[in-house]
């Protein structure tokens, strides 16, 4: 069946792409998300800053995260499309997770004693952020794609770093719906007490991926 044996061919030759190339494809997605997370962190720090906003204040911080595992991603893979035989490859992918995980703990204790306080009336009701809205919309379409094709990439690089990368990215898709469904209730509704609720709601999420970077349990060696 020359048709079938013309399709297998097809389909391996776009599943054995050269290395290098690979290698480049995930220098590229990583970097475009550093980019992106430099830009949104900013504003969204900014925004929550001025809307006394618990939960865009924490997504803000969640990009600087993910800013500083891009970092240590595209080294990785940078050095490697230098030097394909890096003997300090595995221990740069081990050192990406631990210091995303720990950051990340960082982060959970932060938005727990900072939500929990604006709940029990302290530090003001959260106000409108229509920028916030828009900020975490867009998020929340660009970073799911993003994610998927990081993920695809680690998968046939069998990179740990990557991988790890993808989830954060990930994990910012989830944290961009939650913040998006508090600051939407705030605004529509003035339910003031939505924004530190998302945050909460997202702690698990949050929590979980730090415990998995940090054991290296999220690298899925030997998938993809």
């Known amino acids: 069946?020359?048709?079938?044996?013309?399709?297998?061919?097809?389909?391996?030759?776009?599943?054995?792409?050269?290395?290098?190339?690979?290698?480049?494809?995930?220098?590229?997605?990583?970097?475009?998300?550093?980019?992106w997370n430099v830009a949104e962190g900013i504003v969204a720090v900014a925004a929550g800053w001025i809307a006394n906003s618990v939960a865009l204040v924490s997504f803000g911080m969640d990009s600087g995260i993910e800013v500083l595992s891009s970092v240590v991603v595209c080294e990785r893979l940078w050095r490697e499309l230098r030097d394909a035989e890096d003997p300090r490859a595995e221990a740069r992918e081990r050192r990406a997770a631990k210091i995303a995980g720990g950051l990340l703990f960082v982060l959970t204790a932060y938005i727990a004693v900072d939500a929990g306080r604006r709940l029990a009336g302290y530090g003001g009701p959260a106000e409108s952020s229509w920028v916030g809205i828009a900020l975490t919309a867009l998020s929340l379409v660009v970073m799911p794609l993003v994610g998927w094709g990081k993920l695809r990439t680690a998968g046939r690089l069998q990179s740990a770093a990557l991988r790890a990368?993808?989830?954060?990215?990930?994990?910012?898709?989830?944290?961009?719906?939650?913040?998006?469904?508090?600051?939407?209730?705030?605004?529509?509704?003035?339910?003031?007490?939505?924004?530190?609720?998302?945050?909460?709601?997202?702690?698990?999420?949050?929590?979980?991926?730090?415990?998995?970077?940090?054991?290296?349990?999220?690298?899925?060696?030997?998938?993809g």
Do not use: Y
């Open 1 to 35: 069946m020359p048709g079938s044996r013309e399709a297998i061919i097809v389909q391996n030759a776009e599943t054995t792409l050269p290395r290098p190339k690979l290698l480049k494809i995930g220098l590229c997605l990583s970097a475009a998300v550093l980019a």
């Open 165 to 223: 990368d993808a989830f954060e990215t990930i994990a910012c898709a989830w944290l961009s719906l939650a913040t998006l469904a508090g600051l939407g209730l705030n605004a529509a509704l003035g339910w003031s007490w939505a924004d530190p609720l998302a945050a909460l709601v997202i702690l698990p999420l949050i929590l979980r991926e730090g415990r998995e970077a940090w054991r290296g349990e999220c690298c899925g060696e030997g998938e």
